[in-house]
């Protein structure tokens, strides 16, 4: 699939006045502008999912997510354009929301799952009556993880290092992105093998297993993972609304509050305490997701 070759996402530089008083310089590459539907990292997530989809003959491609998912929705939108049929396996009860009426505007079949039946996702033999159900489809873990996930962010990397010349930079020294499950943390520190220390701003408290998933996939060597979820998954607070606001006037950038608002936020808090060196460069990934905006704006 020709197709699944992407146009690199522009790396720009990331001016903001914390990062300045600290001695960083940074970067921000802008996977939200990869694809207007199949955004960011969800992009990269499923690309090997998709390869080997098509390489099976799957009829057709099924996953998991809430009703703001944007690996659904890019999920969705990967299916109508390259002809495979979709179904999302939804938490919770039938809810209207946004994203929830793309999918349905894009053909993927939905089944709500309750909040019980979804808690039951990473249970033996979850799969086995949606494969009976879906006979030969192509399933694809929540989020877009597991190892063909992460292989697909590995070529984050490729993108950021053909572009660092624009900057004026010969090298870099670290990453620092939002992580939800850890895959993409984890491709980017496959890619990187120990050259440069990623940095993983979690999303989701420490519970939610993506220590575990990172070292499952990655080992346990090249990152960092720091606290930034602010509360639980999926919450947002008035001062993190206020700090997105604030840097997308001074940067105009968009930024989403769940992942990559987040993720700079927590970056502030670790360049003000001084976990960087004066003159450390600095890769912050944005990781797209903006269609989840519409869940709270």
């Known amino acids: 699939m020709h197709a699944l070759e992407l146009p690199p996402a522009p790396l720009q530089p990331l001016s903001l006045h914390w990062l300045q008083h600290g001695g960083v310089e940074a970067a921000i590459l802008r996977l939200d502008l990869i694809d207007p539907l199949i955004s960011g990292n969800k992009w990269f997530k499923l690309r090997h999912h998709l390869l080997q989809a ?3 003959k799957a009829p057709g491609l099924i996953s998991l997510g809430g009703n703001h998912s944007n690996h659904l929705h890019a999920l969705a939108a990967a299916g109508k354009r390259f002809g495979f049929a979709t179904a999302g396996l939804l938490r919770g009860h039938a809810q209207d929301t946004p994203t929830v009426r793309d999918l349905q505007a894009l053909g993927m079949e939905l089944h709500w799952l309750g909040y019980g039946g979804y808690r039951a996702r990473n249970e033996p033999g979850f799969w086995e009556p949606w494969q009976a159900h879906y006979p030969g489809w192509h399933c694809i873990p929540e989020g877009g993880g597991g190892l063909a996930g992460a292989q697909g962010c590995a070529l984050i990397l490729q993108q950021a290092r053909s572009q660092i010349a624009t900057l004026g930079w010969s090298d870099y020294d670290s990453w620092w992105l939002a992580a939800g499950t850890g895959t993409t943390l984890a491709g980017l520190v496959m890619a990187e093998a120990g050259a440069h220390t990623v940095h993983g701003a979690l999303a989701v408290p420490r519970d939610h297993g993506v220590a575990e998933t990172v070292a ?3 080992g ?4 960092q993972l720091h606290d930034a979820c602010r509360g639980g998954f999926g ?4 001062e993190l609304l206020a700090f997105v606001a604030h840097c997308e006037q001074h940067t105009g950038v968009p930024l989403e509050a769940l992942y990559t608002g987040k993720a700079l936020m927590a ?14 460069r600095l890769i912050f990934v944005h990781t797209g997701g903006l269609q989840g905006r519409r869940g709270y704006l």
């Open 54 to 56: 098509g390489n099976s």
């Open 216 to 218: 499952a996939l990655a």
């Open 220 to 223: 346990g060597q090249g990152y």
């Open 235 to 238: 919450t947002f607070d008035d």
């Open 267 to 280: 970056l502030r808090e670790q360049v003000e305490a001084g976990l960087f060196a004066p003159g450390t």
